[in-house]
């Protein structure tokens, strides 16, 4: 239908391609805009607000076409969203059944309370389970029980948390399944799961040992 109007002349010179690409961009800035508008101020209604933008991207998108269905549907790793969804259903079984706190409950009893000991086994657990899961959704594991050690013990858990983001990155990193980037660059460039321990999970435990040390 465009390039028949576009053809039959029915259109002036500056609504043609150039303009109604800018007119698309413009559309899908404004909608963005005001759904996230939307989604701070009205909290209470932040699933209907996310349906209605999505909704209004859908159609505005088909009629000003700047969103292409079988383009976004073809663009979709399903490798790498079930992979992502795997790791976190498991990461969710782990802080449902209390696994991590346990872990550390039990390392905490071997090797004692002291500050510095504490801080190594809180780092290198979340170094561990960060090489298999979600890191972020480990660090959101390991955070409550630093706090609660950290208060028990009453000295500041600021050190601890800093340590365990940084460490929880390293880790993520290390592996294929540990960072969300790591799983799209793999599904995309078809890496096996070694290949990232061959090159990164060397650079990763350098960092690591620099790390533990220089706190």
Known sequence: LYNNIVNARYLPVFLMKPFASGVAQLAAVAILGVVLVLFYRAAHTRLTIILAGSVALFVVGEVVGFYDV???????????????????????????????????????????????????????????????????AVITLVVPVTLSVARALGTSALPFIVAEVMVGTLGGTSTMIGDLPNMMISAELKLPFYAFLQYLLPICLINLVTLLGCF
Do not use: D
């Open 70 to 136: 079988s383009a976004a549907i073809h663009s979709v790793r399903i490798n790498t969203v079930s992979l992502l969804f795997g790791t976190t259903l498991f990461s969710l079984i782990l802080e449902k059944t209390n696994v991590f706190r346990l872990i550390c409950k039990r390392l905490i009893e071997r090797f004692g309370t002291r500050p510095p000991h504490l801080f190594i086994i809180l780092c290198l657990v979340t170094y561990g389970l960060s090489l298999f899961l979600n890191h972020l």
